[in-house]
């Protein structure tokens, strides 16, 4: 019986948060150095999504499941062209994978991609620390640079950028407009504005028969009235949203025309900021598979997937007028159940909402797919209300639900 090679030891690795806590453990990835945002995600599955979302950008992300890289790495579930994560945290790497689906392993992809990470760090202790001093900087070491002085280390990542005050669309966001058409034949046409857009997104779209026009983050209105569209989506992204002046100006011109809108994640915060409300920073955020969130108006609870560290600062008992003059009345639609964090919001007087989550869950659970049917129907009925139901003066002033809650 012949015995396995020996592995071969990886090199030492260090992470680092701002206010000196340190943590030690081996390479995984690329050996080097790198610093972030440390923020956690409580996905069980799916860090293959998790890694090619571009609302990670400039994150480095401890995962809380202790055993990630055990179905490898594939062509067919990256959310983007590219792993976003600035850094890479885990406990138990896999040291090879068990999935039929897979051609690579984790550790191989990230050292292509040039993704520093750091395994064998008890990630239990660093999100308890995040979750009692909030997310903070921090930085990984690895191979030499693990052995410079901790104080030198951590000036590196005192230095780094916050996440505050931080315009980051612009970074993820495709450089050129493209075309995800309908599967099947097109009945709709969107224009969905790229602020970090995951492809499962215009994917969802095109199981409906909705063709998605894909525009940069700097796309003007011009742009976006150029592909006539029945309606405009705001995708999710990283970054501050108090910082995205562009698009807040595109959505309320949208807005004032009352081209219908759905948003989600970042672009539920550019609806809040385009009426008026303020948006703040969360303590530690939403990272995860498994957030519940209720729909206010159904009371329907929903298992949602999650990744923002900022939140929509609106008041939660009744419809208001929207700050901004003009745009009628605002109401919160959908909240956390953990925390009573808003998590959608819905125009009464114009056509448009938006949720905090990621009803296209890739990864994650799908109750709210029933979102982007929700979108659809309030493209085809003019008189159709963000919640699905066609109000008074629709046709023959009758109520009709729609969507496939």
Not at 64 to 70: C, D, F, K, S
Not at 161 to 174: F, I, Y
Not at 246 to 262: A, K, M, S, T, Y
Request: proline share 7%.
């Amino acid at each position: 019986m012949s015995t396995p090679p020996a592995r071969t030891p990886a090199a030492p690795a260090v992470l680092l948060l701002e206010d000196g806590r340190l943590f030690r453990g081996e390479a995984f990835g690329a050996v080097g150095q790198t610093v972030g945002e440390a923020v956690f995600s409580t996905g069980m599955t799916g860090y293959q999504e998790t890694l090619t979302d571009p609302s990670y950008h400039r994150q480095v992300v401890v995962m809380t499941a202790p055993h990630v890289g055990n179905t490898g790495v594939n062509d067919e579930d990256a959310e983007s062209r590219r792993v976003w994560v600035a850094g890479y945290v885990v406990r138990d790497p896999a040291p090879r994978p068990s999935s039929w689906r897979s051609t690579r392993t984790l550790d191989d992809e990230l050292r292509a991609q040039g993704t520093v990470g750091i395994g064998g760090v008890d990630t239990r202790a660093v999100v308890r620390h995040l979750r009692e001093r909030g997310v903070m900087r921090a930085g990984i070491f690895s191979g030499p640079a693990a052995d410079r002085p901790v104080e030198e280390l951590l000036r590196l990542v005192r230095e780094s950028p916050s996440m505050s005050g931080a315009d980051l669309a612009g970074e993820v966001s495709t450089d050129d407009a493209y075309l995800v058409p309908a599967l099947g034949e097109s009945r709709l046409t969107v224009a969905a504005v790229d602020l970090g857009i995951k492809s499962m997104t215009p994917r969802r779209l095109a199981e409906r028969g909705v063709s998605t026009h894909v525009l940069p983050a700097s796309a003007t209105l011009d742009d976006v009235l150029a592909v006539s569209p029945d309606g405009v989506f705001f995708s999710n992204g990283p970054g501050d949203p108090a910082a995205a002046e562009g698009p807040v100006r595109l959505l309320q011109q949208v807005l004032e025309r009352d081209i219908p809108f759905f948003g989600i994640c970042f672009g539920n915060q550019l609806l809040g900021r385009a009426l008026g409300l303020g948006t703040y920073k969360l303590g530690y955020g939403h990272r995860g598979i498994n957030q519940p969130v209720v729909d206010r108006r159904t009371g329907r609870v929903e298992i949602t997937a999650h990744n923002h560290g900022f939140a929509v600062d609106a008041p939660l008992d009744g419809p208001v007028e929207a700050p901004v003059g003009g745009l009628g009345r605002v109401e919160v639609s959908h909240v956390c159940l953990n925390d009573d964090v808003v998590e959608g919001l819905s125009l009464l007087d114009r056509r448009a909402f938006s949720v905090q989550y990621h009803p296209e869950a890739a990864a994650g659970p799908h109750d709210a797919g029933y979102l982007f049917d929700r979108f659809v129907d309030l493209m085809q009925h003019p008189r159709t209300d963000p919640h699905g139901t066609r109000s008074a003066g629709g046709p023959s002033g009758t109520t009709q639900q729609g969507g496939t809650a």
